[in-house]
């Protein structure tokens, strides 16, 4: 294989909020080796998961399609068989193919996500998973250990993957007695610092591939994702006051012992101690997450293939720390969960040709940049602009996104909270798409929501009654995008948005320019 054809290194930052980095703006240094790191890259400051939640948007990042499309929307979804994936493309092309997988949803159900990686690693689960690639003992002693241990995996995936896609099973493993232990027993958030370790080890010494062959790395790192433990030295410069108040570490405990409790919609909104709690648990993760990034690509430079190396580092979809009285990432489309963090290094990309991508984009184009840097494109591919020079993306004018809710996850909600579910509509799909500032909110066929993303990034304000010829326009993108998606609905009528009278409202109405003083 060609010797001129770059290697591919693609980490997923799962669970992490794009306004959480420095590099993004957060006042708080939590992420100093990926602002190195996107000083001499080109960041997308407005990079969209075509989801909310791990397996679609994975799906979406693995085929370049959007999951109306590929059909990956709940945790039982399977990839369709005549749907390539990335890492098929790339192993026919002659790359290598490895994943390094710390989310059981990616790395244990037998769901198509694993398709075309020659070797995967999990590094999550009741037994995680050692491929030949990072060393086995040999002889026959050897030989009798690996297959002892692959007929133990596979019983142990059998059951993991049965927990997954059983609403009863999965109901069981929700309640608060249980969620200790299978936080435990799963390892639930894997080995970051290991995962970064074998990948480095791979792209230094290719172990196990051929002269010259180029290599595609798939990372997945559960870092910042609940519940939150991080390295006591990361408490105590983000959070200190989990430390010294035991309040906050009740609430802390309750947090990390009650999974289920948070994938609801709250009654009520967090207090402010409940929020800097989370808030600052949630920044230490970040922090510990981007140290040890620091030390994984400070390895692959000192082995020289740093350089030689597209990579690509990016989030399947944010969390949602008590904004809008929300937790989780199951339910909403809002920026918290759909805008990600994105950030490319071409091989050999100085500070000089370091830029900013203002454009708002799809993360589901990951797939044809990476074809792309590997000389396997079609012409219908096109990949993601990456310098100011270059020339302009072709998706500027459109950018798409659902939140179709995780059945399971809507179960249990409806057995337990049945009134929450129908008053904020969670069982309901949303799907949303930008246009220039502004980003519409389709939920179900009865409410809309508009906002003005430039001035108001946070979502405060639905501005859909006083901006009707651009929700007609919008809702008019949607419904052919939408196409024949069955349950989808027809084009909603523009109502007039709930407390528009308000004078607080009024008052943000005229912050934002949208009414004269």
């Not at 949602?320 to 809002?334: P, V």
């Not at 184009?365 to 792309?372: V, Y």
């Not at 270059?390 to 939140?403: K, L, R």
């Not at 809507?410 to 049945?418: A, E, G, I």
Request: net charge negative; hydrophobic share 35%; proline share 7%.
């Amino acid at each position: 294989m060609s010797s001129q054809r770059p290697d591919i290194l693609f980490i997923v930052l799962d669970t992490q909020r794009a306004d959480r980095l420095s590099c993004y703006g957060y006042p708080l240094n939590t992420t100093p080796n990926l602002d190195a790191f996107a000083a001499e890259a080109t960041r997308f400051s407005a990079a969209i998961a075509p989801a909310q939640w791990t397996i679609p948007s994975h799906a979406s990042m693995f085929t370049g399609v959007y999951p109306s499309e590929h059909g990956m929307t709940q945790s039982y979804s399977v990839m369709p068989d005549d749907l390539p994936t990335l890492a098929e493309r790339l192993r026919d092309g002659g790359y290598f193919t490895a994943g390094f997988c710390n989310n059981p949803l990616v790395g244990v159900i037998n769901n198509g996500l694993r398709r075309g990686f020659q070797s995967f690693l999990n590094y999550s689960g009741l037994l995680t998973s050692r491929p030949n690639q990072a060393g086995v003992s040999s002889g026959p002693i050897g030989r009798y250990r690996q297959w002892f241990k692959r007929q133990i995996s596979g019983v142990m995936t059998t059951i993991q993957d049965a927990f997954a896609r059983s609403d009863w099973l999965l109901a069981l493993s929700f309640t608060p007695i249980m969620v200790p232990l299978w936080q435990t027993a799963l390892s639930f958030k894997g080995n970051t610092a290991k995962s970064l370790e074998d990948t480095a080890r791979l792209l230094s010494d290719r172990p196990g591939t051929a002269p010259d062959q180029p290599i595609f790395a798939f990372v997945n790192l559960m870092g910042t994702h609940m519940p939150y433990h991080p390295p006591r030295q990361y408490i105590e410069k983000y959070a200190p006051h989990v430390l010294r108040d035991r309040d906050a570490r009740n609430f802390l405990q309750r947090f990390n012992n009650d999974v289920y409790g948070w994938l609801a919609p709250l009654t009520g909104a967090l207090n402010d101690e409940q929020k800097k709690t989370l808030d600052g648990m949630y920044d230490a993760e970040v922090a510990y997450q981007d140290a040890l990034l620091g030390t994984f690509f400070q390895k692959l430079a000192e082995s020289g293939r740093l350089d030689h190396t597209l990579v690509i580092i990016c989030a399947d979809h944010g969390e949602h720390l008590g904004e809008k009285q929300l937790m989780g990432h199951s339910l909403s489309i809002y920026n918290e969960l759909v805008r990600v963090p994105l950030i490319i290094r071409q091989p050999g990309q100085t500070r000089d040709q370091a830029a900013v991508v203002d454009e708002i984009v799809s993360t589901r184009r990951l797939f044809q940049t990476a074809l792309d840097a590997a000389g396997l494109a079609n012409n219908k591919e096109q990949p993601l602009t990456l310098l100011p020079q270059q020339q302009p993306n072709p998706e500027t004018d459109y950018v798409f996104a659902e939140a179709i809710p995780p059945q399971n996850v809507l179960n249990l909600m409806q057995k337990r909270q049945p009134d929450l579910v129908r008053d904020r509509a969670c069982d309901q799909p949303r799907r949303a798409v930008w246009m220039g500032t502004h980003k519409l909110i389709e939920i179900g066929d009865s409410a809309i929501e508009l906002y003005d993303v430039h001035e108001d990034p946070q979502e405060t304000l639905n501005i859909s009654a006083i901006l009707p010829e651009n929700v007609e326009a919008l809702q008019e993108c949607l419904q052919s995008f939408a196409g024949e998606i069955k349950g989808y609905g027809t084009l909603v009528t523009a109502r007039r948005a709930p407390g528009y009278d308000d004078p607080e409202v009024q008052r943000r109405l005229q912050d934002l320019g949208y009414l004269e003083d």
